[in-house]
């Protein structure tokens, strides 16, 4: 079984990915800086699920297009 996120880490990591589809990767270090930057998230644990999220969308969205 997968991980299961709350609707806030997916609903924010769905939203930034519409905002800003050119600034996430698939690495989760990069993921994790461009979060910290552009929401002001009230812990570290909260940040780091939606920058895996974040990472897991984008390579589903390579995946998609190949």
């Known amino acids: 079984m997968g991980k299961v996120y ?3 880490v997916k609903r924010t990591a769905r939203k930034l990915l519409e905002m800003y589809p050119d600034l996430f990767t ?3 270090e990069h993921n994790k ?3 910290a930057q552009l929401v002001e998230v009230e812990s570290k644990k ?3 699920q939606i ?3 974040l990472t897991r969308l984008v390579r589903l969205r ?3 297009q190949m």
């Open 46 to 48: 909260l940040r780091n």
């Open 62 to 64: 390579q995946r998609s």
């Open 51 to 53: 920058a895996g999220y």
């Open 33 to 35: 800086r461009v979060v």
């Open 6 to 8: 709350t609707s806030l």
């Open 26 to 28: 698939t690495d989760f």
